[in-house]
């Protein structure tokens, strides 16, 4: 059922269970409820496109704009979230993530990557990211050609891979699914202002809601989920302060503290010796997904070197220098003005191109016709005429000369925060004040990891990587915290002296109160954190229930979406 917040005559909805944000997390947690005798409040704050006023209420300030977007940037306030945005990159934490890393400092998360396995494989379905299979031996049964002919590094493994969803926007491709449950109410336009504890501050009574037309209702519930987010999720715990002044789990300052994205730049060149053959684009499985692979600095290597996980990507040309000469890099910047700006941002960063280089791009265009129609139809027809899009531009230089594309972990930091500030929204809640700042070791893992490739290129004789190392802090920073990636800020841990959440995902101190989203996240790995998100979403159903429904086994109502075709 699929309600608008307009709808919602009576002061009081009761519920089994309340979830508060439909996007990944929530469309994922509660998909395991359909069919089911627990009675289900999905709330949301959109509706099914963008809308100017509800995006507005993710404004906020950031200490430092070069350093962080805009708050009302990278995330969707609409049903399906950033789902109806995102690029579909999906990726697996590595096992090293997980545990305890003395050389950083890392005392690891309190669940294992055992422990989540079997529900990755499960959220690759959701994503529609074909099977859980994210090495080449076990994805491809006809083996692509090698990424980099002749490579073998003890550093660097160059055989796992990126897998990409359609990219699934969960809003379309699950809203049928949850309009027609009977047992989940989904509402629109709903905007939760206010987390209700009881008196003695141990149970979540209900939260409020209200909406642009001036409603307002109260929804109760014998369990909650806070699934809007890394960001939101803070401002809702610290801004619910009638019980305890410092917020809802918030009794140790850990909320909103440990704030981690992930570093990532493009930096150098990589020439490859003649004869060395590369292929760095992408591939499609035996279940028509795609696939790339990419440079990953292996477990025993980010132990020796003492640094944190790494991955690189082969990569075309600075596009803003017209130097490289390609055509379709230079329509592509020439086409600036009408790319979104979450992607303006990666492709031209601060780089401004002068007149004469304007020209010079010009001349690109006219110079390489063939390639600017290869390309015109790669985006016309493979990005917007079928299902599954192909996932990014891939250029591959004429002189088998290349850039690192980089992106690594960044270790949590309690000076690196999410706070309440003075200003307020359009419904009084105060908004948030970001201040994300990286460590010296977050410097060392890039400027380690990329020395080691150095190594690695020069000792097995394929190429060389050639780059500024004055310049490696500056690049590893040049577009601030990454985009969507907002983790650790409500993060997990064995007891509340050391974090938000137990390893149920539990809020501290408060007995049915649970989160989804990045925020629960010890650490960022090297992984884009959406497909993490729905496994532990999955793995939050499966607990919720044996909570609610004892009698019955776990993953009763497990989602399984067939396969579309092309």
Same mark, same amino acid.
């Given at each position: 059922?699929?309600?608008?917040?307009?709808?919602?005559?009576?002061?009081?909805?009761?519920?089994?269970?309340?979830?508060?944000?439909?996007?990944?997390?929530?469309?994922?947690?509660?998909?395991?409820?359909?069919?089911?005798?627990?009675?289900?409040?999905?709330?949301?704050?959109?509706?099914?496109?963008?809308?100017?006023?509800?995006?507005?209420?993710?404004?906020?300030?950031?200490?430092?704009?070069?350093?962080?977007?805009?708050?009302?940037?990278?995330?969707?306030?609409?049903?399906?979230?950033?789902?109806?945005?995102?690029?579909?990159?999906?990726?697996?934490?590595?096992?090293?993530?997980?545990?305890?890393?003395?050389?950083?400092?890392?005392?690891?998360?309190?669940? +294992?990557?055992?422990?989540?396995?079997? *529900?990755?494989?499960?959220?690759?379905?959701?994503?529609?990211? $074909?099977?859980?299979?994210?090495?080449?031996?076990?994805?491809?049964?006809?083996?692509?050609?090698?990424?980099?002919?002749?490579?073998?590094?003890?550093?660097?493994?160059?055989?796992?891979?990126?897998?990409?969803?359609?990219?699934?926007?969960? $809003?379309?491709? *699950?809203?049928?699914?949850?309009?027609?449950?009977?047992?989940?109410?989904?509402?629109?336009?709903?905007?939760?202002?206010?987390?209700?504890?009881?008196?003695?501050?141990?149970?979540?009574?209900?939260?409020?809601?209200? +909406?642009?037309?001036?409603?307002?209702?109260?929804?109760?519930?014998?369990?909650?989920?806070?699934?809007?987010?890394?960001?939101?999720?803070?401002?809702?715990?610290?801004?619910?302060?009638?019980?305890?002044?410092?917020?809802? $789990?918030?009794?140790?300052?850990?909320?909103?503290?440990? *704030?981690?994205?992930?570093?990532?730049?493009?930096?150098?060149?990589?020439?490859?010796?003649?004869?060395?053959?590369?292929?760095?684009?992408?591939?499609?499985?035996?279940?028509?997904?795609?696939?790339?692979?990419?440079?990953?600095?292996?477990?025993?290597?980010?132990?020796?070197?003492?640094? $944190?996980?790494?991955?690189?990507?082969?990569?075309?040309?600075?596009?803003?220098?017209?130097?490289?000469?390609?055509?379709?890099?230079?329509?592509? *910047?020439?086409?600036?003005?009408?790319?979104?700006?979450?992607?303006?941002?990666?492709?031209?960063?601060?780089?401004?191109?002068?007149?004469?280089?304007?020209?010079?791009?010009?001349?690109?265009?006219?110079?390489?016709?063939?390639?600017?129609?290869?390309?015109?139809?790669?985006?016309?027809?493979?990005?917007?005429?079928?299902?599954?899009?192909?996932?990014?531009?891939?250029?591959?230089?004429?002189?088998?000369?290349?850039?690192?594309?980089?992106?690594?972990?960044?270790?949590?930091?309690?000076?690196?925060?999410?706070?309440?500030?003075?200003?307020?929204?359009?419904?009084?809640?105060?908004?948030?004040?970001?201040?994300?700042?990286?460590?010296?070791?977050?410097?060392?893992?890039?400027?380690?990891?990329?020395?080691?490739?150095? =190594?690695?290129? =020069?000792?097995?004789?394929?190429?060389?990587?050639?780059?500024?190392?004055?310049?490696?802090?500056?690049?590893?920073?040049?577009?601030?915290?990454?985009?969507?990636?907002?983790?650790?800020?409500?993060?997990?841990?064995?007891?509340?002296?050391?974090?938000?959440?137990?390893?149920?995902?539990?809020?501290?101190?408060?007995?049915?109160?649970?989160?989804?989203?990045?925020?629960?996240?010890?650490? +960022?790995?090297?992984?884009?954190?959406?497909?993490?998100?729905?496994?532990?979403?999955?793995?939050?159903?499966?607990?919720?229930?044996?909570?609610?429904?004892?009698?019955?086994?776990?993953?009763?109502?497990?989602?399984?979406?067939?396969?579309?075709?092309?």
């Amino acid at each position: 059922m699929m309600l608008d917040a307009s709808d919602v005559s009576t002061h009081a909805l009761d519920a089994d269970l309340c979830i508060v944000g439909a996007g990944a997390a929530g469309i994922s947690l509660a998909l395991q409820f359909v069919g089911s005798t627990t009675s289900v409040v999905l709330i949301e704050s959109g509706g099914h496109g963008h809308d100017d006023r509800t995006q507005q209420l993710y404004a906020g300030e950031v200490a430092d704009s070069h350093m962080h977007p805009p708050l009302d940037r990278y995330r969707e306030r609409r049903f399906g979230g950033s789902t109806s945005t995102w690029g579909g990159r999906c990726i697996p934490f590595d096992p090293i993530d997980f545990e305890r890393r003395d050389y950083l400092g890392l005392e690891g998360w309190p669940i +294992s990557y055992a422990d989540l396995l079997p *529900y990755y494989e499960r959220a690759n379905q959701l994503c529609e990211a $074909g099977p859980f299979q994210y090495n080449e031996a076990r994805a491809f049964k006809q083996r692509p050609p090698p990424m980099i002919s002749g490579f073998l590094s003890r550093d660097f493994s160059d055989d796992s891979l990126e897998r990409f969803s359609r990219p699934t926007d969960f $809003g379309k491709r *699950y809203g049928q699914r949850l309009r027609e449950s009977s047992n989940v109410r989904v509402i629109l336009h709903a905007n939760v202002t206010y987390l209700r504890l009881d008196r003695d501050g141990e149970r979540l009574d209900a939260v409020k809601v209200r +909406s642009f037309g001036g409603g307002h209702f109260i929804v109760r519930a014998g369990l909650f989920v806070l699934a809007c987010g890394g960001l939101e999720t803070v401002r809702l715990l610290l801004a619910s302060r009638d019980v305890n002044q410092q917020g809802v $789990g918030n009794a140790y300052d850990h909320v909103g503290r440990h *704030y981690m994205s992930h570093l990532a730049g493009t930096i150098g060149t990589l020439r490859f010796r003649q004869g060395v053959t590369v292929h760095h684009g992408y591939d499609r499985s035996d279940e028509g997904v795609y696939c790339r692979r990419r440079l990953a600095l292996r477990p025993d290597a980010q132990r020796r070197l003492g640094v $944190g996980n790494f991955i690189a990507r082969l990569h075309h040309p600075r596009i803003t220098d017209p130097v490289h000469r390609s055509g379709a890099l230079s329509l592509l *910047y020439l086409a600036k003005p009408l790319v979104p700006y979450e992607y303006a941002v990666r492709l031209q960063g601060e780089d401004q191109a002068s007149g004469r280089q304007w020209l010079s791009h010009l001349g690109n265009v006219l110079r390489d016709p063939l390639q600017v129609m290869a390309f015109c139809w790669q985006m016309t027809v493979r990005r917007k005429l079928v299902r599954r899009k192909f996932p990014s531009i891939v250029v591959k230089p004429r002189n088998n000369c290349f850039s690192l594309d980089f992106h690594a972990e960044q270790l949590p930091n309690a000076e690196s925060r999410v706070l309440l500030c003075d200003s307020l929204d359009e419904f009084g809640l105060p908004k948030l004040r970001v201040d994300w700042r990286y460590c010296s070791d977050d410097v060392a893992t890039v400027e380690r990891a990329l020395a080691a490739l150095a =190594r690695a290129l =020069r000792d097995e004789e394929v190429g060389s990587f050639e780059y500024d190392r004055s310049t490696v802090e500056r690049e590893m920073v040049r577009y601030g915290a990454y985009g969507g990636h907002h983790i650790g800020t409500a993060r997990m841990a064995g007891s509340a002296r050391r974090g938000v959440v137990d390893e149920r995902q539990r809020v501290h101190g408060v007995h049915n109160l649970f989160i989804s989203s990045a925020a629960v996240f010890p650490t +960022s790995g090297q992984a884009n954190p959406t497909l993490t998100i729905v496994a532990l979403s999955l793995r939050l159903a499966d607990h919720l229930q044996r909570l609610l429904m004892p009698a019955l086994p776990p993953s009763f109502h497990s989602v399984e979406p067939r396969e579309r075709a092309a």
